[in-house]
Structures are given as C-alpha cells and as structure tokens.
C-alpha cells in the first residue's frame, strides 16, 4: 500500500515550536523527493519544504530560518521542525513525494495532512 | 517567484459538458528540451490535492483520459471532455520549473 501518514500538529503559542511527522509506506521509503505543502483555512496550496534522499534541502523564504526538514530513511520519516511560530504559519500541512523523478516538484503521493494551529 | 494566474476562480459545469480551466504564468515554463514544467491538481472536498496531469500533457496513474494538459510557454489549459458529478472541486495548476514551486490561486469547479 502506498502510504504518508503525518503527525504532531496541534495548537501552539505564538513563537513555540512543533515537530511535524511524516511516516511513509515501503514504496515511498525509495522515493528521492520529499516535501511539505500547506493550505490555510480556505485558501490555497503553499510549498514549505523539500529534502532529497541525499540530504539537501530547500525552503520557502517565509520559513527559512524558522523551519528544518529532514528525513530518516531507515525510519521512514521525514520531519519538519518548526520553530519562532507565528499566526500566519497556521494551516494544514501535507507531506508529499515526487517518485517520478524529474524536477522533485511533481507530487504524486500526498498524505492527509495535519492541522497547525498558531494561537494565543 | 514565478507567479501563476488561474482563470476562471469558478466554473459552474453541466455534466456530459466539456470544461476548460485555464493558467498563465508569469515567465516561460517551457524549457530548450520542450517540456513544459507545469502541473495540475485536483483538491475533492475535504480530501488532499490529487495530481492530475505533469510536465504540461502527461496524465498521472489513474486518471481517465477525460483530462488533458496543454499549452506552452506561459499560457496552460486543463481541459475535461465530459464532466462527471466526481469532478468538483478546486483545481490547481502549478510551476515546477523553479525552486520555489509555485500553485495557481485555484478555480473552483461546481455543478450547475
């Protein structure tokens, strides 16, 4: 079966920190693209994050600094720490994997997402 | 960033009618090897996005051949020959030709 199951969403302070998870099928576990996507309530589709298999990572400028990405292959996960939270950063976060391998961005396989809730 | 305009925001469909949601972005998207960096993505209600068509024309694994890409350059179309009830939602285009990955604002197809 071809599974992401996210975790570690919830509510947090403005400035806390939350370590997202992302837990991938055996098939995926192959996969060399990894990213996380999040939506705002009622809005649309924002690329965070993407970690390739060797290691190398990218960010969105409004979470660079503020954000880390990583993966554990002999595990399969892959994180997404976040840190100095802000309201704006509120919203549900996909993981997503590229196993077709052209660019990184074609997001085949998508989890069902987990909720982010920055608030006082 | 690469900006990405979708038009129209919303689509009312009669099913068994043809439907075209179209996309521009802001700078070429089409590479000297002629591909076209541009996807497209289905969000059902309450469900995460689903991936439709990639680089341009290509339709992803399982889906019917009822959708197709086209276009190039900087003007995109998703078109659905006939429209089934199973095909609302909101649809997404989106650039892959650069870092970062950029979406469409959506369109929303419905019902009549």
């Known amino acids: 079966e071809v599974r992401l199951v996210e975790s570690g969403g919830g509510i947090i302070q403005p400035g806390g920190s939350l370590r997202l998870s992302c837990e991938a099928s055996e098939f995926l576990v192959r996969s060399r693209y990894m990213s996380w996507i999040r939506q705002a309530p009622g809005k649309g589709l924002e690329w965070v994050s993407l970690?390739?298999?060797?290691?190398?990572?990218f960010y969105a400028d409004s979470v660079r600094g503020r954000f880390t990405i990583s993966r554990d292959r002999n595990s399969k996960m892959m994180f997404l720490q976040m840190t100095d939270l802000r309201a704006e950063d509120s919203a549900i976060y996909y993981c997503?994997?590229?196993?077709?391998?052209?660019?990184?961005?074609?997001?085949?396989?998508w989890g069902q997402g987990t909720l982010v809730t920055v608030s006082s | 960033d690469i900006v990405m305009t979708q038009f129209p925001a919303s689509l009312p469909v009669t099913p068994g009618e043809p439907a075209s949601i179209s996309c521009r972005s802001t700078?070429?998207?089409?590479?000297?090897?002629?591909?076209?960096?541009v996807d497209w993505y289905l969000q059902k209600p309450g469900q995460s996005p689903k991936l439709l068509i990639y680089l341009g024309s290509n339709r992803a694994s399982g889906v019917p051949d009822r959708f197709s890409g086209s276009g190039s350059g900087t003007d995109f179309t998703l078109k659905i020959t006939r429209v089934e009830a199973d095909d609302v939602g909101l649809y997404y285009c989106m650039q892959s030709l650069q870092t970062p990955p950029t979406f469409g604002g959506g369109t929303r197809v419905e019902i009549k």
């Open positions: 997503a994997s590229d196993t077709l391998g052209y660019t990184g961005y074609e997001f085949e396989f």
């Open positions: 700078q070429s998207l089409q590479q000297s090897n002629e591909i076209n960096y």
């Open positions: 970690v390739y298999s060797g290691g190398r990572t």
